[in-house]
């Protein structure tokens, strides 16, 4: 059986303070909502109950940040896409911040098991002023237990709708695109992280956000296989290719708190749940 699930999702601020409030039908939950960097900024767990979607599953879900709000949302593990007897599995994101306000969502890895059929969209639609680190990871079979990626495709999608588009399909049978040295080089996680602004960025900001991160990937293991571009004035990407998951999510992680402290003038706090 096929599973349909949807999540509405919230952030509002009231009396100085970000609440989230949700709807939902089917398996997905919000956790209780915490507060360890104080009451602007609310972090939420994304909770999928089944752990993993095969052929035919649907998750939909949409967040709305309304203005002045800071929302932060991860999950507890990885999304699994399993093998799929012929219909495709999707996760189908929506992100709408008003005038003001802040998202981070950070969710972890997308897992592709092979024979999967799997789809991941996300669009994301900023007013002005309104401003969202987010991050995208993809890893393909699970190498380390000798389980390759060796059937079925994984199609992504990701967009600002008439500012940024980045489309793709990465189909099992590709050697050269899996394995060739204009590819992923044999490499089985991709990466990517943003910082997408509803109002264009100064020159000066701009700059900052990529040579902060630059400086950061400049020392780090994965420096000869990351990089820092800015394809226009509302979007700064970050792309990552690794092995495996652990480093490109260690290299993720140092850049996010980075953008942090440079652009929002925000400590470093990462999710509990990380940490556990």
């Known amino acids: 059986m096929s599973w349909h699930a949807q999540l509405q999702l919230d952030y509002r601020v009231e009396s100085s303070r970000t609440v989230a409030r949700h709807a939902h ?148 049978r590709d050697a050269r695109l899996l394995d060739g040295p204009t590819g992923l080089a044999g490499n089985r996680c991709m990466a990517s992280l943003f910082f997408v602004t509803g109002t264009p960025l100064t020159r000066e900001r701009r700059q900052r956000a990529l040579d902060s991160v630059r400086e950061v990937m400049a020392q780090h293991p994965l420096a000869q296989s990351s990089g820092a571009t800015s394809p226009n004035l509302n979007v700064v990407v970050v792309r990552v290719v690794a092995p495996v998951v652990e480093p490109a999510m260690d290299l993720l992680r140092a850049l996010r708190a980075t953008w942090r402290e440079q652009l929002w003038n925000t400590a470093p706090s990462n999710p509990r749940i990380w940490s556990m």
Not at 153 to 161: E, G, K, S, Y
């Open 25 to 172: 039908s089917g398996p997905l939950r919000i956790l209780q909502s915490l507060y360890p960097e104080g009451d602007a900024i609310c972090h939420n767990v994304l909770v999928h109950p089944p752990g993993g979607l095969v052929g035919g599953d649907t998750l939909d879900i949409a967040v709305h940040a309304q203005a002045g709000a800071h929302g932060l949302i991860t999950t507890p593990g990885a999304t699994r896409f399993y093998r799929s007897d012929g219909l495709t599995a999707l996760q189908n994101t929506h992100l709408k911040l008003e005038s003001g306000a802040r998202l981070e969502w950070l969710p972890l890895e997308a897992l592709c098991y092979s024979g999967c059929l799997a789809e991941n969209r996300l669009a994301m639609d900023l007013s002005a002023g309104a401003e969202l680190i987010g991050w995208d990871v993809t890893a393909l079979g699970l190498p380390l237990a000798n389980q390759p990626f060796t059937q079925g495709h994984f199609r992504q999608n990701i967009a600002v709708p008439g500012v940024w588009l980045e489309r793709g399909t990465i189909d099992a």
